[in-house]
């Protein structure tokens, strides 16, 4: 469900994206500006002319700060005077691949966010982005017949061993924000999404990672960007928000769309033979 109109006579707030040259933050930076915000668009290195060049809508409320999540200054400048946050991590450049390296990365960014927010008396409210993968995993996934909810999470002895590193990143960072958060009384809710169907997705995305046994336990799931972002704003918007929120518009659970997704990962594999 997409966000209510703002009403005309209502002026937003100034909000803080990061990072906003990713796809998810780009795309929130665009529907914002569209809503009336005044948005502070945090960029790592090298995404301001891909953030200026993805946007469609009139720019004159954007403001671009360069700021790095492990520079913990350069996080401050961009929150001074903003309302709310829109968190997602985008791995550095030098690191865009998850490994078991990549668990701490990923912490050190959340705690240096979310203690900033902490000190930013402005911050009402942060919204930050997690993943199904820190909800999915566990030992006894074969066992327990009941259905998963915001109340699991990823067992990170069970990644850990089965080097699921996209999980244990994610898990570890949301569980260290939300113990900042609640010592803070920083009002943060959490977006766990689904695998985000974006253009630049390939067979190499660390989600991926398991997607077999994801499939035969019918957590598989997708999410458009647009539905999240949408989601993202909504839980932004609504004052009575709180807690973990799985976000997908999708279920992979059949063959037919297993092979449509396996296709489109990979267009040069060949089809299987048709029965």
Request: aromatic share 8%; hydrophobic share 40%; with cysteine.
């Amino acid at each position: 469900m997409a966000p209510d109109a703002i009403s005309p006579h209502h002026t937003p707030p100034a909000v803080c994206v990061m990072d906003a040259s990713g796809t998810v933050g780009s795309t929130l930076v665009g529907r914002l500006l569209l809503r009336g915000y005044t948005v502070h668009a945090a960029v790592q290195s090298h995404g301001e002319i891909q953030l200026l060049n993805g946007l469609s809508c009139d720019t004159q409320k954007l403001k671009i700060f360069h700021s790095d999540p492990f520079d913990y200054q350069s996080i401050m400048e961009a929150l001074k005077g903003c309302s709310g946050l829109f968190y997602t991590f985008e791995p550095p450049p030098d690191q865009n691949s998850y490994d078991e390296l990549m668990a701490d990365v990923e912490v050190r960014a959340a705690h240096n966010v979310i203690e900033a927010c902490a000190q930013t008396e402005t911050i009402e409210k942060v919204v930050f982005t997690s993943s199904v993968t820190a909800v999915v995993w566990r030992d006894d996934r074969k066992s327990i017949p009941s259905d998963l909810d915001e109340r699991h999470w990823t067992d990170i002895n069970f990644s850990r061993k089965f080097k699921l590193w996209h999980a244990m990143s994610k898990t570890l960072a949301e569980k260290s924000a939300w113990a900042l958060a609640m010592d803070r009384s920083v009002n943060m809710v959490s977006v766990n999404a689904g695998l985000l169907m974006s253009p630049d997705l390939t067979i190499t995305h660390p989600y991926l990672k398991g997607a077999a046994e994801m499939y035969e336990d019918g957590v598989f799931v997708t999410v458009s960007v647009d539905f999240l972002v949408d989601a993202h704003i909504c839980v932004f918007e609504d004052v009575s928000s709180y807690g973990r929120y799985l976000c997908f518009n999708h279920i992979i659970n059949n063959n037919e769309d297993a092979l449509k997704l396996a296709k489109m990962l990979a267009p040069s594999a060949p089809s299987p033979p048709q029965r």
